[in-house]
């Protein structure tokens, strides 16, 4: 794995990490900040919001944003700001996540789906709305999900997670769709589940199986700049 501080490849952009206190923003926040990036961390906590980019620094820089992506008129606006401020917008890594499931078909309560369907497809869409026309005019524009491999291979037992991540994949697609003839991309990457620092701190025994560290989910991220667009534009990615 390379050391974010050699990570040069995003200098001068700016780049929106929304969910960035979940357990991915961090690393990701820190590795664009590492390469020169401008980061505006977004998320609707504050207090979890700044204790996660705390001590961040590098050659870029990050500012923090508590916006709530449910709310669809405020994103748009905040949106219009964020390129009034800047005058550009290079990137959108869109890491609010959720999960909901461990029971059957039958047994599971549908509350699952509408609690996903807002914090998965519904902070997506409101957000890629909000900062598409940027990106798609930057010579750089990327925007990404982080899915689950479990959309190829749904359980029973977690079909509304599945069906929902399903849902963002497609919807990343449709934007792909949208950035075809520009040098923007949209992007899926698809893993098993994140591991953390946390995690490993906690179990230093376990093997982890399957699982990808945040730091990797970071790496793979960053990395679509150093890709042409055409080559991942519309792509799903394994980031395991």
């Known amino acids: 794995m390379t050391d974010a501080s050699t990570s040069g490849s995003t200098n ?8 960035a206190a979940g357990a991915a923003g961090p690393p990701v926040v820190r590795r664009l900040v590492a390469g020169g990036a401008t980061v505006v961390a ?9 204790a996660a980019v705390a001590g961040i620094e590098g050659p870029g820089r990050v500012e923090t944003a508590v916006v709530d992506l449910l709310d669809e008129p405020s994103t748009l606006a905040w949106g219009h700001e964020l390129v009034q401020e800047h005058g550009q917008v290079d990137g959108l890594l869109h890491l609010v996540g959720g999960w909901r499931g461990g029971k059957g078909i039958v047994e599971s309560d549908l509350a699952d789906w509408d609690a996903l369907h807002d914090s998965l497809i519904r902070t997506l869409q409101h957000a890629s709305r909000a900062l598409h026309d940027p990106i798609k005019e930057s010579p750089r ?14 359980s029973a037992t ?10 963002t994949e ?3 697609r449709a934007v792909a769709d949208s950035f075809e003839g520009s040098q923007a991309a949209a992007t899926v990457v698809r893993i098993m589940a994140l591991l953390t620092p946390a995690m490993q701190e906690a179990k230093p025994e376990a ?5 990808t560290h ?9 990395g679509l700049w150093d890709k042409p667009a055409s080559e991942i534009n519309g792509a799903i990615l394994d980031g395991r």
């Open 214 to 222: 945040v730091d990797q989910v970071a790496q793979t991220l960053v």
């Open 12 to 19: 001068g952009l700016v780049v929106v990490v929304t969910g």
């Open 42 to 50: 977004v998320d609707v906590d504050p207090t979890k919001l700044d």
């Open 170 to 172: 497609v919807w990343t």
């Open 158 to 167: 977690n079909a509304s997670y599945a069906a929902a991540k399903a849902a």
């Open 141 to 154: 524009g990327r925007l990404a999900i982080v899915s689950s491999v479990q959309v190829d291979k749904p």
């Open 207 to 211: 093997k982890f199986k399957g699982f």
